[in-house]
């Protein structure tokens, strides 16, 4: 079975700064795909931005990056130019590949508490 | 982008009574709806995988007689809690995935309805 761990419960950073997020997962797939969440107040999930495992370019959008590396199991998210609305519980979650049992599941760790400072 | 809707966003029941729950695609085909179950403060667990037109896919633990999963169609998939009490009390979401995605390679995502908040008394 997959694990997900978040090892920060809560985090802060000041408007306009720059903040990571750190996520690393077990398993023993070797194609799967990772992602971040996002999860306001609201409780809408969102979805951040979203890695392949066999790609080995880091991807991006806009403000938010990931540190994939694959042989560590480590997916961190960056946020830059923080901005209050970014403000919300970010999940990160794993998903195996589209074979098998449990396949296209989301695996989400216990998540972040991020708090954006004015 | 795809939208998934969750009816009714709050409700409140009697213990003892059931509660049905309905997830739908608005916007696309889901042949595969899941079912969370969020406590405060906490993340989400899945609960079931939903298939259109068989039977739901419980994870360990989660009793299947008393959260009865239905999807009879490609854009609608019901969670009906039976016989609730007040440990069942939660935030319930699902999330669909579109049958036509993926297949380019890329990551297959899953929408994720708005929450249903029950209160059983």
């Known amino acids: 079975a997959q694990t997900v761990t978040q090892s920060q419960p809560e985090m802060s950073v000041q408007e306009a700064e720059t903040v990571t997020l750190s996520c690393t997962y077990d398993?023993?797939?070797?194609?799967?795909?990772l992602f971040w969440y996002k999860q306001p107040p609201s409780r809408q999930m969102i979805l951040v931005i979203r890695?392949?495992?066999?790609?080995?370019q880091n991807a991006t959008e806009n403000r938010f990056s990931v540190n994939f590396q694959k042989a560590a199991k480590s997916f961190s998210l960056k946020i830059s130019d923080s901005q209050l609305g970014d403000t919300a519980m970010y999940f990160c979650?794993?998903?195996?590949?589209?074979?098998?049992?449990?396949?296209?599941?989301?695996?989400f760790g216990k998540g972040t508490k991020l708090s954006v400072i004015p | 982008g795809a939208v998934v809707s969750q009816h009714p966003s709050r409700v409140i029941c009697k213990s003892g009574t059931s509660v049905k729950i309905e997830c739908r695609s608005l916007?696309?085909?889901?042949?595969?709806m899941f079912w969370y179950r969020q406590f405060p403060k906490q993340s989400l667990m899945l609960m079931a995988t939903?298939?259109?037109?068989?039977?739901?896919?419980?994870e360990q633990g989660v009793e299947k007689d008393k959260f009865l999963i239905n999807h009879a169609s490609l854009t609608l998939s019901t969670l009906t809690v039976t016989s609730a009490h007040p440990e069942d009390s939660s935030f319930y979401i699902c999330?669909?995935?579109?049958?036509?995605?993926?297949?380019?390679?890329?990551?297959?995502?899953?929408?994720f309805g708005p929450g249903t908040r029950l209160t059983v008394l």
């Open positions: 939903s298939n259109e037109g068989s039977k739901a896919t419980y």
């Open positions: 890695q392949e495992a066999y790609k080995q």
């Open positions: 916007d696309f085909q889901a042949t595969t």
């Open positions: 398993t023993s797939e070797n194609n799967y795909y």
């Open positions: 999330s669909a995935r579109d049958a036509g995605a993926g297949t380019s390679g890329g990551a297959p995502e899953q929408f």
């Open positions: 979650a794993f998903m195996k590949p589209h074979s098998g049992a449990g396949s296209y599941q989301l695996t």
